[in-house]
C-alpha cells in the first residue's frame, strides 16, 4: 500500500468525486486530546490497542490547554503516580507518588527506619543526620522513609533534592527551588539575593520536610536560604562529620547487614534455589560481600544463569584473590562490581563505560545513550530501529545486572520518559577501569572554568575525553592536545563555550565522535575539516552557531545534528560529497530549502529530519534506507513525486510527518506533540503516522489547503 493510499483509503483518489466518505467529512480533534485518549491504549495489552484512523487530521491545540503535569519527588527512582492528601482531603506540596524501591531485609533496617520517623513525629527533632560507608543502604533506608510519609498526614510536604559531589551553594539553592516547584524564583537576581528569595520561599511551606541524599560536604543552611523554623531536615552522607558540621541532632548510622541478612539478599535477588554444594559456594560469595547491599545486588545478578559449581567456585576464588588486594571496605566493593563487569559481554560492558561519561548522578535519556553507542560504533547495523531495539535490550540486561538503575518517571513528558541513572559507587568503578591504562579522561560536571591545560593529563594514548557540563569559556590557542588516537571529545553542555581555537583539533587526526550541542559557540574551527575519520558531529542546540565549515572533506561522517542552530540558513557546503551519511537533523534550523540534487546523493540516509526546510519529492522517494522523514514538500505535486518514487523501493518508513506548503516554523510544543504521538505508537507494528498540513500562521488549524479537502491530488 502506497503512501496516498495509506491516507486516503484503499486508491490513490483522483478528484472530489472519488474521495472517501472518511476524508470529506474527517473530524477535528486536538492534538492533546488525542494524546491523552492514546495515553490509556499503550497502557493496555498489545492486542487491545486501537489504531489511528488512516487520513485523520487535527486541529492543532492554543498554548494552555493541555494538562499540567504534577511533579513527582525524588527523581533518583522510579515514581509510582497515586493521588495523595493532606489534612480535611487539602492537597499536599509534592507528595506525588511512592518510590519504587526494593523491601527492606532484616529488622535493623527497618529499625533505623522507624527511629528517623519517631524523631520526627514525636521527639520534634528537626535536623538528622544518616551517615554510612557507600553501598550500605542509605539511600533506600530513606526511600522507605520517604514512602512511609505518604501513608501518613504527618507532612503538608515533602521534598527529596540528590546533592551529590561538588555540588555548590548555587546548584543546591536551583535545586530546591526546581523541587519546590520555584524554578523562576531566581530569574534575574544576583547571588546576594537568592538566599534571601529562597528563604522567604521556604518560610511559607510549614510542616515540611526536607530529605537532602547524597551530601559530601557541609552547608550553612542560612546561607542557601533553608530557614530552620518550620522545615524538618534528614540528611544523607558517607562521612559523619557532614552530620556534625550541619549540626544534626541526631545522627543514625546504617551499618552493613548481619550476614543472615545479606544472605537474604542476595538469595532473594538470585530469585532461583540453590543445590546444596552451590548453596555452600554461595554462601562464601556472600560473606565476600562484607554486608553492603550494592554489592549484594550486583553480585546476586551477576550470577543469574551461571549454570556448574564451578562457575560459582570460579567466581569465588576470583573474590577472593583481589579482595586481598585492597585495603578497606570502601574500596574492597571495587572488585565485587568489577567481576559482575567481568561477567558482561564486550557489548554490555561499552554500554555500561559510556554511562560513566556523563556527570555523577546523571539522569541519561535511552535514547541519547543508544545514539551515542550508534556514533560509537557499539552498536552497528544497516537499521536504526533494529540497532535502536537492540541498544533498549542492552540496557534492559545491565538494569537485570543491578549496574543500571530505572528512572521511568511516568510525570515527566513521555519522549523523555524512559531513562537511567548510574549509582555513583558503580560509575567510580567504570571511571577506574576506563582510566587505568590512562585511555580516558573524564571531568564531566565538575564546574571546570577551564580545559585541563596540564599536559601530564593529555596523555598520548587517550582515547576519549569528557568535559560536558562545566562553567569552560574558551578553549585558548595555548592548547593543543597530541591525542593522535582520541577518538570521542565531549564538550556538550558547556552553556558558556563561545570559542574553540583553530588548533585545538590539529593533533587529533583520530577523532571520531565530536559532541559541542548546548555550547554557544559561534562557528566551528577550521582544523575540523582534516578529521577524515569523524563519524558524528553533533552541534544541535547551538542557538548561536551561524559558521560551518566545509564538509566535503569529512567522508565518513554517518551522523550530523544541527537542530535547534537557529542562525544557520543556508545548508553546509559540501554536505552532498557525506555519501556515508545515515542521520541528518536540520530541525529548528534557518534552513528553508534544501538544494536540487544534494539530498538524493544521500542513499545511506536512514532519518531525514529537515523540519520545514523544503525538499524535493521524488529525491526523498528514492533513499532506499529511510526509516523516518520530518520534511516539507512544497505542494501536493511533490507529494505524489514522492509517493510514485518510493514505490518503486517497495519500503515505506516507520514514521513520518510531512508538511505541505508553508514555510512557517512549527512552535516547538507542537512539534513535540507530534513526536510524542509517533512514540506512543513505536512498538506497534505496520502503524504509520502521517501528518500532511499546511501551517498557515501560530495558533491556526493545521489543514489541506483550502481549495483540495475534498482531495489530495493538486
Request: overall charge negative; aromatic content about 6%; glycine content about 8%.
Amino acid at each position: 500500500m502506497n503512501l496516498l493510499q495509506e491516507v486516503c483509503g484503499e486508491r490513490e483518489v483522483e478528484g472530489p468525486s472519488n474521495a472517501p466518505e472518511h476524508i470529506n467529512n474527517r473530524s477535528i480533534m486536538p492534538i492533546s486530546s488525542v494524546i491523552r485518549g492514546l495515553q490509556v491504549e499503550t497502557d493496555r495489552p498489545e492486542n487491545s490497542r486501537m489504531s489511528l484512523p488512516a487520513g485523520q487530521s487535527f486541529h492543532l491545540p492554543e498554548e494552555g490547554n493541555q494538562d499540567p503535569s504534577d511533579e513527582v519527588v525524588g527523581s533518583s527512582a522510579t515514581p509510582i503516580l497515586q493521588p495523595s492528601t493532606g489534612p480535611a482531603g487539602g492537597a499536599r506540596d509534592a507528595v506525588g507518588g511512592t518510590f519504587k524501591v526494593r523491601e527492606l531485609v532484616g529488622q535493623e533496617s527497618q529499625r533505623i527506619v522507624d527511629e528517623i520517623w519517631d524523631c520526627l513525629t514525636k521527639n520534634n527533632i528537626s535536623r538528622i543526620g544518616v551517615y554510612g560507608m557507600a553501598g550500605v543502604g542509605k539511600t533506600t533506608v530513606l526511600k522507605h522513609l520517604r514512602n512511609k510519609t505518604h501513608e501518613s498526614a504527618a507532612f503538608r510536604g515533602v521534598f527529596w533534592v540528590t546533592v551529590s559531589k561538588d555540588c555548590t551553594i548555587h546548584e543546591l539553592q536551583n535545586k530546591i527551588a526546581e523541587r519546590t516547584k520555584a524554578q523562576d524564583l531566581f530569574k534575574g537576581k544576583d547571588d546576594a539575593e537568592r538566599s534571601t528569595l529562597l528563604f522567604n520561599h521556604l518560610r511559607e511551606k510549614k510542616n515540611t520536610l526536607m530529605i537532602l541524599d547524597d551530601m559530601w560536604q557541609h552547608f550553612e543552611l542560612l546561607e542557601v536560604g533553608m530557614p530552620e523554623d518550620g522545615i524538618q531536615l534528614v540528611l544523607t552522607t558517607r562521612d559523619r562529620a557532614v552530620c556534625q558540621e550541619m549540626l544534626c541532632q541526631k545522627e543514625i548510622k546504617v551499618d552493613p547487614l548481619p550476614y543472615n541478612d545479606a544472605w537474604t539478599m542476595f538469595v532473594d535477588t538470585l530469585g532461583s534455589n540453590l543445590s546444596p554444594s552451590r548453596e555452600r559456594i554461595a554462601r562464601c560469595i556472600v560473606q565476600e560481600c562484607k554486608g553492603l547491599p550494592l554489592a549484594i545486588v550486583v553480585m546476586a545478578g551477576s550470577m543469574r544463569g551461571v549454570d556448574g559449581d564451578y562457575g560459582w567456585e570460579d567466581t569465588l576464588e576470583k573474590l577472593r584473590q583481589s579482595q586481598a588486594l585492597q585495603q578497606d571496605m570502601r574500596r574492597g566493593v571495587f572488585p565485587i562490581l568489577q567481576h559482575s563487569y567481568n561477567c558482561l559481554d564486550p557489548k554490555k560492558q561499552q554500554c555500561l563505560l559510556r554511562c560513566a561519561l556523563y556527570p555523577e548522578d546523571e539522569v541519561i535519556k535511552r535514547e541519547e545513550l543508544i545514539e551515542f553507542c550508534i556514533d560509537e560504533g557499539v552498536i552497528h547495523g544497516d537499521n536504526r530501529r533494529k540497532m535502536h531495539n537492540e541498544g533498549h535490550r542492552l540496557l534492559d540486561e545491565l538494569e537485570k545486572a543491578c549496574l543500571l538503575e530505572p528512572d521511568n518517571n511516568r510525570n515527566v513528558p513521555y519522549r523523555q520518559r524512559w531513562r537511567v541513572r548510574m549509582h555513583d559507587v558503580i560509575r567510580d568503578m567504570a571511571i577506574c577501569i576506563m582510566s587505568a591504562d590512562k585511555s580516558c579522561m573524564v571531568k564531566s560536571g565538575l564546574h571546570l572554568d577551564d580545559v585541563p591545560d596540564d599536559e601530564d593529563e593529555w596523555f598520548p594514548n587517550l582515547q576519549r575525553v569528557s568535559l560536558t557540563r562545566n562553567g569552560i569559556e574558551v578553549v585558548p590557542s595555548s592548547i593543543s592536545p597530541n591525542c593522535p588516537q582520541l577518538s570521542t571529545l565531549l564538550l556538550s553542555s558547556c552553556w558558556r563555550l563561545r570559542e574553540i581555537s583553530g588548533c585545538f583539533f590539529e593533533r587529533m587526526g583520530g577523532l571520531k565522535v565530536i559532541n559541542l550541542s548546548d555550547t554557544s559557540i559561534t562557528k566551528v574551527p577550521e582544523s575540523i575539516t582534516n578529521l577524515e575519520k569523524l563519524r558524528a558531529l553533533i552541534l544541535d542546540e547551538c542557538f548561536e552557531l551561524s559558521l560551518l565549515p566545509s564538509l566535503e572533506k569529512l567522508t565518513s561522517l554517518r551522523k550530523l545534528d544541527l537542530q535547534g542552530c537557529s542562525e544557520i540558513k543556508e545548508v553546509p557546503h559540501g554536505l552532498g560529497m557525506l555519501v556515508n551519511l545515515t542521520y541528518l537533523n536540520f530541525s529548528g534550523t534557518g534552513i528553508e530549502r534544501i538544494p536540487d540534487g544534494v539530498i538524493s546523493k544521500l542513499q545511506k540516509l536512514q532519518h531525514l529530519i529537515a523540519g520545514v526546510a523544503e525538499v524535493k519529492g521524488e529525491e526523498v522517494g528514492i533513499l532506499k534506507k529511510l526509516e523516518l522523514i520530518r520534511c516539507r514538500f512544497q505542494n501536493v505535486k511533490e507529494l505524489n513525486k514522492y509517493t510514485q518514487a518510493h514505490n518503486k523501493t517497495g519500503r515505506n518508513p516507520c514514521s513520518y510527518i510531512i508538511f505541505i506548503g508553508g514555510q512557517h516554523q512549527v512552535p516547538d510544543h507542537l512539534e513535540e506533540e507530534f513526536e510524542e504521538l509517533c512514540e506512543r505508537f513505536s512498538d506497534v507494528e505496520n502503524i504509520r503516522f502521517i501528518i500532511f498540513n499546511v501551517w498557515d500562521g501560530i495558533g491556526e488549524t493545521c489543514h489541506l489547503p483550502p481549495k483540495r479537502r475534498e482531495g489530495i491530488v493538486d
